[in-house]
């Protein structure tokens, strides 16, 4: 990945936002891909040095990735890389089990063809990667996608959320067994021609079998790192 260009104090607001974006785009990538562990800290001034930028888009990277839940912003220990938990793990899908078929049968009802032919693309993009960091970044926006028709902005917003504290666990489970990657693809086109026939329960079956996937996988994970609690 191009690393971000160095920015001076004295930059305007809008390039400090691009540097801002870079650096949490490649922080996010390094946290996904597991360059960057579960409970490691990440030092503002070596961030900002090894990206060759400036502090303040790295202060502000950091902000955005903890609304993300991949990293914890410690009174006492600084920036420390999310661990996951079994509890989170558990609690974090029993509300998305029941936000994102709600969610869904609105996607369904009012996705346009526009929000369709994109999530297509999307489909294809996730196809063609075998990164699994890069892959859960992908299917993050997918989703966003999916869920973004809904019209439906608060439902959105906290289905989102959830979807981004997941990151880190389908991330890892990806890493365990990559080949499962394929096994989402189809469940992602399976939802895309449902919705472009307006078929709900059609979309609900890939849906449901998403989310149980991908709870087995972050489970396993947890599991063979020893933070399953066990």
């Given at each position: 990945m191009t690393a971000p260009a160095e920015v001076r104090p004295a930059d305007d607001i809008a390039q400090r936002r691009t540097a801002q974006e870079l650096v949490a785009d490649r922080l996010r990538l390094e946290i996904l891909s597991g360059t960057l562990g579960p409970g490691m800290r990440l030092q503002q001034a070596k961030v900002a040095q090894r990206m060759r930028t400036s502090t303040t888009p790295v202060r502000e990277a950091f902000r955005e990735l903890a609304v993300e839940g991949l990293v914890d912003l410690d009174p006492h220990r600084g920036v420390i890389v999310h661990e996951p938990s079994k509890a989170e793990l558990s609690e974090v899908y029993e509300m998305r089990s029941v936000l994102e078929p709600m969610c869904m049968v609105k996607t369904v009802e009012r996705i346009s063809e526009q929000e369709l032919a994109l999530a297509d693309d999307m489909c294809q993009q996730m196809d063609a990667e075998t990164e699994p960091g890069s892959w859960v970044i992908l299917n993050s926006r997918f989703h966003s996608v999916l869920a973004a028709a809904a019209r439906s902005p608060l439902l959105v917003a906290a289905v989102n959320n959830l979807r981004n504290r997941s990151a880190i666990y389908i991330a890892a489970s990806f890493r365990l067994e990559p080949e499962r990657m394929a096994g989402a693809n189809a469940e992602h086109y399976a939802?895309?021609?449902?919705?472009?026939?307006?078929?709900?329960?059609?979309?609900?079956?890939?849906?449901?079998?998403?989310?149980?996937?991908?709870?087995?996988?972050?489970?396993?994970?947890?599991?063979?790192?020893?933070?399953?609690?066990?």
């Amino acid at each position: 990945m191009t690393a971000p260009a160095e920015v001076r104090p004295a930059d305007d607001i809008a390039q400090r936002r691009t540097a801002q974006e870079l650096v949490a785009d490649r922080l996010r990538l390094e946290i996904l891909s597991g360059t960057l562990g579960p409970g490691m800290r990440l030092q503002q001034a070596k961030v900002a040095q090894r990206m060759r930028t400036s502090t303040t888009p790295v202060r502000e990277a950091f902000r955005e990735l903890a609304v993300e839940g991949l990293v914890d912003l410690d009174p006492h220990r600084g920036v420390i890389v999310h661990e996951p938990s079994k509890a989170e793990l558990s609690e974090v899908y029993e509300m998305r089990s029941v936000l994102e078929p709600m969610c869904m049968v609105k996607t369904v009802e009012r996705i346009s063809e526009q929000e369709l032919a994109l999530a297509d693309d999307m489909c294809q993009q996730m196809d063609a990667e075998t990164e699994p960091g890069s892959w859960v970044i992908l299917n993050s926006r997918f989703h966003s996608v999916l869920a973004a028709a809904a019209r439906s902005p608060l439902l959105v917003a906290a289905v989102n959320n959830l979807r981004n504290r997941s990151a880190i666990y389908i991330a890892a489970s990806f890493r365990l067994e990559p080949e499962r990657m394929a096994g989402a693809n189809a469940e992602h086109y399976a939802m895309v021609e449902a919705c472009r026939r307006r078929d709900t329960e059609a979309a609900m079956e890939p849906l449901r079998s998403h989310l149980r996937s991908t709870v087995e996988l972050g489970s396993l994970y947890l599991l063979r790192a020893g933070l399953d609690g066990g």
